[in-house]
Nanobody
């Protein structure tokens, strides 16, 4: 049984930084992709970034490029999302998700097979 557990959310002022973690367990993760999504109140869940477990190749949505960095530690089965220069519009619940069947990076949430419970990020102005 795959489990994804996020941590690291919190309250931060605009311009600040947070690092989210997603600890994965329950199977081997080679040839899979881990993604981060977020959902703000009243909005649909949206893709943020993704990384391949095997090679560490990354993909970002345009509005976080240069501010967010996704990385992974294979030994710890953990994926990170370093978020810098945070803005109030980054306020959302952030989810990590696992795509077992990716051959390219996919950005639709319905393409991902497993989800964490989410962690709240609040950026004050």
């Amino acid at each position: 049984q795959v489990q994804l557990v996020e941590s690291g959310g919190g309250l931060v002022q605009a311009g600040g930084s947070l690092r989210l973690s997603c600890a994965a367990s329950g199977r081997t993760f080679s040839n899979t992709v881990m993604g981060w999504f977020r959902q703000a109140p009243g909005k649909e869940r949206e893709f943020v970034a993704a990384i391949t477990w095997s090679g560490g190749t990354t993909y970002y949505v345009d509005f976080v490029k240069g501010r967010f960095t996704i990385s992974r530690d294979n030994a710890k089965n953990t994926v990170y999302l370093q978020m810098n220069s945070l803005k109030p519009e980054d306020t959302a619940v952030y989810y990590c998700a696992l795509d077992l069947h990716a051959v390219i990076f996919r950005t639709r949430d319905r393409d991902y097979d497993y989800w964490g419970q989410g962690t709240q990020v609040t950026v004050s102005s």
